[in-house]
T-cell receptor
C-alpha cells in the first residue's frame, strides 16, 4: 500500500459525458501527478501540482483539467469524453512537506479504470 | 514523446535465471528510476540511480547507468515467478525547483515461468 488513494476504482460512462477522478496523496506529500496509461500510448504524464499550484504540464488535452485543493487532495476532470479516453488513470505523489527533498521517488495510487462506451 | 525506451519489449525466462532489461533516453538527466507494475495495478518504485553514479544494488536488483551512451540496465538475479510484471524506466530531467516531472518509457513485460 503506497498511501495514495484514488476513487473510484472503476468508472463506466458514455461518450460526451464528464467525470471527476479523485486522488488523496500520501500524508505530507506536496506534489500530485496525474498519468494516463493506455495500451497504445503507454504511460503518459498529464499534469503536476505542487502545494496547490500547477507546476508542469504534459500531454493533457484541453478537455481535461485538474486542481489541487488546500488539503492537498487533487481532482482530474475529464469532459466531452471520447472512446479513446478509455484508459487507466494514475495519481502519484512525492515530496514530503517537512523535508522538501528534491528526491523524486513517486508513490502511485491503484488507479482508476475509465471505460467510455 | 517518450524519453526512455525499454528494450526488449517482452522477456520470458525460467525461474532462477537472470533477467536484464535496458533503457535508453535522449536528453541529459538528473537521475533515472526503475518502477515495476503488476498487471493493471499502480507502479512501485524499485531503485533510483543519480547521474553521477554508475552502478547501484538493492537486493536482487542491480542497476547500471552510462550517461555517455544515455542508457541504463536493470538486472534481476535469481528471478522468481513473483517477479512477473512490467518494468519501466523513468527519467528526471528537471531543472530544479518544485518541478519533479518524470518521463516514463513504454516498459518491458517480464514473464518468469515456474
Amino acid at each position: 500500500d503506497s498511501g495514495v488513494t484514488q476513487t473510484p476504482k472503476h468508472l463506466i460512462t458514455a461518450t460526451g459525458q464528464r467525470v471527476t477522478l479523485r486522488c488523496s496523496p500520501r500524508s505530507g506529500d506536496l506534489s500530485v501527478y496525474w498519468y494516463q496509461q493506455s495500451l497504445d500510448q503507454g504511460l503518459q504524464f498529464l499534469i503536476q501540482y505542487y502545494n496547490g499550484e500547477e507546476r508542469a504540464k504534459g500531454n493533457i488535452l484541453e478537455r481535461f483539467s485538474a486542481q489541487q485543493f488546500p488539503d492537498l487532495h487533487s481532482e482530474l476532470n475529464l469532459s466531452s469524453l471520447e472512446l479513446g479516453d478509455s484508459a487507466l488513470y494514475f495519481c502519484a505523489s512525492s515530496v514530503p512537506r517537512l523535508t522538501g527533498s528534491s528526491y523524486n521517488e513517486q508513490f502511485f495510487g491503484p488507479g482508476t479504470r475509465l471505460t467510455v462506451l | 514523446s517518450q524519453q526512455g525506451e525499454e528494450d526488449p519489449q517482452a522477456l520470458s525466462i525460467q525461474e532462477g535465471e537472470n533477467a536484464t532489461m535496458n533503457c535508453s533516453y535522449k536528453t541529459s538527466i538528473n537521475n533515472l528510476q526503475w518502477y515495476r507494475q503488476n498487471s493493471g495495478r499502480g507502479l512501485v518504485h524499485l531503485i533510483l540511480i543519480r547521474s553521477n553514479e554508475r552502478e547501484k544494488h538493492s537486493g536482487r536488483l542491480r542497476v547500471t547507468l552510462d550517461t555517455s551512451k544515455k542508457s541504463s540496465s536493470l538486472l534481476i538475479t535469481a528471478s522468481r515467478a513473483a517477479d512477473t510484471a512490467s518494468y519501466f524506466c523513468a527519467t528526471d530531467a528537471n531543472s530544479g525547483g518544485s518541478n519533479y516531472k518524470l518521463t516514463f518509457g513504454k516498459g518491458t513485460l517480464l514473464t518468469v515461468n515456474p
